[in-house]
């Protein structure tokens, strides 16, 4: 049995032929074999229309509840050396900020230091 390629949306491993389609069975996400597939380079832009990249210092320009803590994300906090990536929902940055530990942020909250 050949391997099929992951999702390219996703990354999921779970994809299945239906047909002369690619399917996956986690996003529902549908794509052809002879689909020439490149990467596209995602940019992320801060609430200032500042592009990020890997490795930025940042800061809160919003106070934010943190689920399941009592403490607030305070306006001003620095979070240092953040990782883009593509997380739950529109959160696009990995990073660990002092005093709450590894978190996902959205970049319409943050603005490049």
Known sequence: MSELPPCPKCKSEYSYEMGA??????????????????EVARV?????GNVLTDGDDVTIIKDMKVKGSSNTLKVGTKVRNIRLADAPGDHDIEAKVDGF?????KSSIVRKA
Request: glycine letters at 4%.
């Open 101 to 105: 530990g590894p978190m996902n942020l």
């Open 21 to 38: 389609l690619l399917v996956c069975p986690e996003c529902a996400h549908e794509w052809s074999t002879s689909d020439d597939v490149t």
């Open 44 to 48: 992320i832009k801060d609430s200032a």
